[in-house]
């Protein structure tokens, strides 16, 4: 079946830039996703990307896709202490099919 | 617009007992997915409905867990008997099919434990 890995833990300092991997295996993923959850709350889209791009950037976020690899990542620049959170790799084929999450990664930033 | 609720957002119940959680999607969507979050298996899909109708219910855990969709604007999750593995946090998200992102909005979860 089809599934989403990430590292589980990243810590960095305020100021840095923070790189969260993922990679995925199914390859009819069209589209990808990045999910933000805040403790105690739910999951909050941050950014996506269509399977026919390598890069989208977004203020202070940049999504690289590598479909070769079948590989996603998600630089935060300047990272500030509010960017501490669960950060979800998502991926889907197309349509109203479900969401396949990975388990998250925790971000960790130390003032 | 007041996102997806959920009800209630904190459930302690005993061992046996029957949990019904409750989710009222953002008007206007047409698709609901229930999942349920634990530390150990991260986010799964338990169910999720097209237009009211179930589509997938492959992830349900067990005959213990039921969902229903009776209209547009409500659906219910339960649980009966429930067991003290069924503790975890469990989300209703909704979508919109016609959006070429489908971004799916997720509610605030009800955490839910089982003693």
């Known amino acids: 079946g089809e599934d989403v890995e990430q590292s589980l833990f990243l810590s960095v300092r305020e100021g840095d830039s923070s790189v969260i991997n993922c990679t995925y295996t199914d390859s009819s993923s069209t589209y990808l996703y990045w999910y933000k959850q805040e403790p105690g709350a739910g999951l909050q889209l941050l950014t996506y990307?269509?399977?026919?791009?390598d890069m989208k950037q977004d203020q202070r976020l940049t999504v690289l896709l590598n479909k070769k690899d079948k590989h996603l990542s998600l630089r935060i620049a300047d990272t500030q202490t509010g960017d501490s959170a669960i950060y979800f790799c998502?991926?889907?084929?197309?349509?109203?099919?479900?969401?396949?999450f990975g388990k998250g990664t925790r971000l960790s930033v130390i003032a | 617009d007041a996102g997806v609720i959920q009800s209630p957002r904190h459930e302690v119940t005993e061992m046996g007992q029957e949990v019904t959680l409750r989710c009222k999607p953002i008007?206007?969507?047409?698709?609901l997915f229930w999942y349920r979050q634990t530390m150990m298996r991260g986010l799964e899909l338990l169910i999720y409905f097209n237009n009211n109708v179930p589509i997938d219910d492959s992830g349900m855990p067990e005959d213990r867990f039921s969902a229903k969709m009776p209209n547009a604007s409500f659906s219910t999750l339960k649980i009966q008997p429930s067991e003290p593995r069924d503790s975890a946090v469990y989300f209703c998200?909704?979508?919109?099919?016609?959006?070429?992102?489908?971004?799916?909005?997720f509610g605030p979860g009800t955490r839910l434990t089982v003693l």
């Open positions: 998200a909704s979508s919109f099919g016609g959006r070429v992102e489908n971004e799916q909005f």
């Open positions: 990307i269509f399977s026919n791009m």
């Open positions: 998502a991926e889907r084929d197309s349509g109203n099919t479900p969401l396949v």
């Open positions: 008007s206007g969507h047409n698709s």
